[in-house]
């Protein structure tokens, strides 16, 4: 066994600590608009339909990082355009559509992968092994992360106005379609980037309790984004500290710690928390 101090030094810890930093804060950053759109059930059910993706387009291509990542795009957009096709087709509502595509399709890319014999790389695609990260995992989860704080913080203003008041959007000339499908492609890109995390079942974890944390302590939207990014970074970052001393999986450490964050917000929180509710009665 190494020393903390010691695995610290190599390549992988530094790599490792590094996208807990930049997945972090961009997970949490787009988990105030998940929270404010109120669809997290949504992207719930879109994290799950990676794995599928992944697995035809191993087995058309091979495993490789670029087949993965172009495998788990096809499958999320797929699964989303999916459920929006058969609800207007059909006396179905979206979720309901969404719910069955997803779950399906989640058995059945499981059903192929588990026959390919990798099994290593299916732990890792379904729970995440941050530590295994390469040189390239990092710069993709970097892009990523960049272009959805940036894309997010400057469509902000026609962003906010569209998730209260997407009448009023449209007519201030908001192009309210293209702003849904640009926002439901970052969602998806930032998934992606945090596959390799936290892996395809703990990533709306780290999509949704960042800022629904901060959403306990503050009303105003805008700290929400801010706040996400800031609680989504710490807590992954305390949960790459925690987990080596406790022998804990990194990946599923970080969803626990945020959790804890959440829990103690609901508790201790002054206007929303419990404590407060039980003073006011």
């Known amino acids: 066994m190494t020393t903390f101090t010691e695995f610290l030094n190599e390549p992988i810890a530094r790599r490792a600590l590094l996208a807990c930093l930049m997945i972090g804060f961009a997970n949490g950053f787009v988990s105030a608009f998940v929270v404010l759109k109120k669809s997290a059930l949504k992207i719930g059910t879109l994290s ?25 795009i096809f499958a999320a957009m797929i699964i989303g355009l999916g459920s929006v096709f058969l609800a207007r087709t059909s006396r179905l509502d979206q979720d309901t559509a969404q719910g069955i595509l997803y779950t399906t399709a989640f058995a059945g890319g499981y059903i192929l992968l588990s026959r390919m014999n990798i099994r290593q790389k299916l732990d890792e695609w379904l729970f995440g092994s941050i530590v295994g990260m390469s040189d390239s995992d990092l710069w993709i989860a970097f892009g990523i992360s960049a272009f959805a ?14 998730l209260f008041e997407p009448n009023i959007a449209a007519s201030l000339g908001v192009p309210v379609r293209f702003l849904t499908y640009a926002l439901f492609a970052v969602v998806i890109l930032v998934l992606i980037s945090s596959l390799q995390a936290v892996g395809c079942i703990l990533s709306v974890g780290l999509l949704v309790a960042p800022a629904a944390t901060v959403y306990l302590f503050s009303n105003n939207a805008k700290t929400l984004f801010w706040g996400g990014g800031i609680i989504g970074a710490l807590g992954s970052v305390a949960a790459f500290f925690l987990s080596y001393p406790l022998g804990w999986h990194i990946s599923s450490t970080i969803i626990v710690v945020l959790g804890a964050m959440f829990l103690v917000a609901y508790i201790v929180s002054p206007r929303y928390g419990l404590l407060a509710q039980w003073r006011r009665r």
Do not use: D, E, K, N
Not at 58 to 66: C, I, K, R, S, Y
């Open 149 to 162: 704080v940036l894309v997010l913080t400057a469509l902000q203003r026609p962003l906010l106005i569209y």
């Open 48 to 72: 799950h339909a990676l794995l599928p993706g992944i697995a035809l387009a191993v087995m058309l291509f091979g495993l490789t990082q670029w087949s993965a990542l172009g495998g788990a």
